[in-house]
């Protein structure tokens, strides 16, 4: 797959496929700029997943977990479907969800 070609989708939009598996994609009605930064939140969280695991510290991965599926939730890719939302309660998730993130700060 071109690393610049967007993921191929199921007919109803719900999902992305790569290699084969359905991911849940993120809701598209997400300002792209509020995407942007629930991204760039979620490769924080993820990176400090890595760090922790590698340094042993249990309590920091369990803490960086905790910000992955913040992020995974904010994003729609995660908790109650998007599509199941009312558009009031899709903004509410990503208006929360980057809230909280952003009072947490990358760690």
Known sequence: ?????PPEKTPDGHFVVIGGRRWRA???SLPEETAARLRRHLMAARRAVRS???ADDPGA???A?????RAKVALGERGTPWWEQSGAERR????????????????
């Open 1 to 5: 797959m071109d690393v610049h070609q």
């Open 52 to 54: 922790a695991t590698s």
């Open 92 to 107: 509410r998730r990503w208006r929360d969800g980057l809230a909280r993130l952003d009072e947490d700060g990358p760690r």
């Open 61 to 63: 991965e369990r803490s």
């Open 26 to 28: 993120t809701d598209p």
């Open 65 to 69: 977990r905790a910000r992955v599926h």
